[in-house]
C-alpha cells in the first residue's frame, strides 16, 4: 500500500525567512502533486510535478521532484505571513491504484 | 462561476439519521470524485466515477452510496449516520483519470453527526 508521508507536521516560520516541507512516498509513482488548504476552505492546487528532476516555481514556492529518493521538496523563500496555511502533497499513477494518496500535510504558521 | 460547488455547505444531524450531499461541477469535466477528510486534516479517497461509471470504490462502510446522474453531478448518500462520519467531505472532479490533471476541489460539506 502506498504510504506518503510529509514533515514536518507542523512549521513556525518567521517572516523573511526560508524554508522547506519534505514529502515522502513509498512506492513508484507517475505524479506527484502539492496543494495549499487554508483554514476552513477548500484545496488549492499549488504544482504538479511529472517526471525525476522536475522543478517548478510560483511567487515565493519552488517545489521538486527526485523520483529516485521518492522525494518532494516545497521551499519557501522569505517566508510571509499571506503563506500561513497548510500544505499537502499527493502521489498517483499506476503503482498507487491511480488514486490520489496524500500526505498527512503540513501546517504552516508564519509569524511577524 | 464556481467550478466546484457542494450543498450543503454544513450538515448538523442526529445519528441513526440518512442524508445526502450534493456535488456539482461546470467546468466540462468527465471524471469526479468524493474525498473525507477527518479531524486531524487526513484526506482520503472514497470514490470516483468517470462519466457515470463507477472506478473507485474505496474500503468504505456500504451505508455510503455514492450517484452519479450525470456527468456534471455526483451525490453522495450517507445512510444510519455514526458519530464517525463527521467529518468535511469534499468533492471534486479532473478533465481525466488516470493522467496528469489537476483535481479541482469543491469548497467541502463540513458533517457533524450528534
Known amino acids: 500500500e502506498l504510504k506518503v508521508e510529509q514533515n514536518p507536521l507542523f512549521l513556525s516560520m518567521q517572516e523573511g525567512k526560508n524554508y522547506t516541507i519534505y514529502c515522502n512516498y513509498s512506492?513508484?509513482?507517475?505524479?506527484l502533486y502539492w496543494y495549499r488548504q487554508d483554514p476552513g476552505k477548500s484545496l488549492e492546487s499549488l504544482f504538479v510535478?511529472?517526471?525525476?528532476?522536475a522543478v517548478k516555481q510560483e511567487g515565493r514556492l519552488m517545489a521538486s521532484l527526485d523520483t529516485k529518493a521518492r522525494l518532494s521538496t516545497l521551499h519557501i523563500t522569505a517566508a510571509v505571513h499571506d503563506l500561513s496555511a497548510t500544505y499537502f502533497c499527493?502521489?498517483?499513477?499506476?503503482?498507487?491504484?491511480?488514486?490520489?494518496?496524500f500526505g498527512g500535510g503540513t501546517r504552516v504558521l508564519v509569524k511577524p | 462561476d464556481t467550478a466546484v460547488s457542494q450543498t450543503p455547505k454544513y450538515l448538523v444531524t442526529q445519528m441513526g439519521n440518512d442524508k445526502s450531499i450534493k456535488c456539482e461541477q461546470n467546468?466540462?469535466?468527465?471524471?469526479m470524485y468524493w474525498y473525507k477528510q477527518d479531524s486531524k486534516k487526513f484526506l482520503k479517497i472514497m470514490f470516483s466515477?468517470?462519466?457515470?461509471?463507477?472506478?473507485i470504490n474505496e474500503t468504505v462502510p456500504n451505508r455510503f452510496s455514492p450517484k452519479s446522474p450525470d456527468k456534471a453531478h455526483l451525490n453522495l448518500h450517507i445512510n444510519s449516520l455514526e458519530l464517525g462520519d463527521s467529518a468535511v467531505y469534499f468533492c471534486?472532479?479532473?478533465?481525466?483519470?488516470?493522467?496528469?490533471?489537476?483535481?479541482?476541489f469543491g469548497p467541502g460539506t463540513r458533517l457533524t453527526v450528534l
Open positions: 471534486a472532479s479532473s478533465q481525466e483519470p488516470w493522467t496528469p490533471d489537476t483535481q479541482y
Open positions: 512506492t513508484t509513482s507517475d505524479r
Open positions: 510535478l511529472l517526471s525525476n528532476g
Open positions: 499527493a502521489v498517483d499513477g499506476k503503482a498507487a491504484g491511480n488514486k490520489l494518496t
Open positions: 467546468l466540462g469535466h468527465d471524471t
Open positions: 466515477y468517470n462519466n457515470k461509471e463507477l472506478i
